[in-house]
């Protein structure tokens, strides 16, 4: 079974603090995605990696950075949270290929004060 | 236009019902399919893949129409267990990189 593990399933930060939120997949996954899911609003992508050190921006980049050093984890960085970045957010994995589909953590419920 | 489309619901059912949620896409490029299961405050879990042909994995049966460029999950015998979030999911992509979520259908199941 694959296994994606978030760092964190809940997290209390307070505005203007640095924030990491690592993820790590044990199925040397080609591809890895952060998202954020609020109420209504569903899925939104924020960014992905295809391969070790390479970065995309999905949807709604603004506010993040992501690292990708080896290919099993992903980690997503809120260089000065605020207040709208409270949500959840969750870390996908997939193989590479039209017909893979993503895995997902369990996911982490960020507050911000 | 969303890029994928799903009734939000809620869908009532008793248990024992059938069950049917349908999913509209607006690319023809599409070139796969799923359902993912989410229980309330979880992860999204792959429920099953949709194939050209339609597939089944016990009470579920999911079905795709390319030419009206629409998905579907059929669930039989409903279950209080079965009650969650479903969310239909298109890949366009070549490398699985264009993933869209639909925004889910809401399914209670009562006794």
């Known amino acids: 079974d694959v296994k994606v593990t978030q760092s964190s399933r809940y997290l209390v930060k307070r505005t203007g603090e640095k924030v990491f939120l690592e993820c790590v997949q044990d199925?040397?996954?080609?591809?890895m995605f952060w998202y954020r899911q609020d109420p209504g609003l569903g899925l939104r992508l924020i960014y992905f990696?295809?391969?070790?050190?390479?970065?995309e921006k999905g949807d709604i980049p603004e506010g993040y950075s992501v690292s990708r050093e080896k290919k099993e984890r992903f980690s997503l960085i809120l260089e000065s949270a605020s207040t709208n970045q409270t949500s959840m957010y969750l870390c996908?994995?997939?193989?590479?290929?039209?017909?893979?589909?993503?895995?997902f953590g369990d996911g982490t419920r960020l507050s911000i004060l | 236009r969303k890029e994928v489309e799903q009734d939000p619901g809620p869908f009532n059912v008793p248990e024992g019902a059938t069950v049917a949620f349908n999913c509209t896409y607006s690319n023809s490029a599409s070139q796969s399919f799923f359902w993912y299961r989410q229980d309330c405050r979880k992860e999204p879990k792959l429920l099953m893949s949709v194939y050209s042909s339609g597939n089944e994995d016990g009470r579920f049966t999911a079905q795709l129409n390319r030419a009206s460029q629409y998905i579907s999950l059929l669930i039989r015998d409903s279950k209080l267990s079965d009650s969650a979030t479903y969310l239909c999911?298109?890949?366009?992509?070549?490398?699985?990189?264009?993933?869209?979520f639909g925004a889910g259908t809401r399914l209670f199941v009562k006794a």
């Open positions: 199925m040397d996954h080609e591809n």
């Open positions: 990696s295809y391969d070790v050190k390479m970065k």
């Open positions: 999911v298109v890949n366009s992509g070549t490398g699985g990189f264009k993933t869209i």
């Open positions: 996908a994995s997939s193989r590479t290929g039209g017909y893979q589909p993503q895995h």
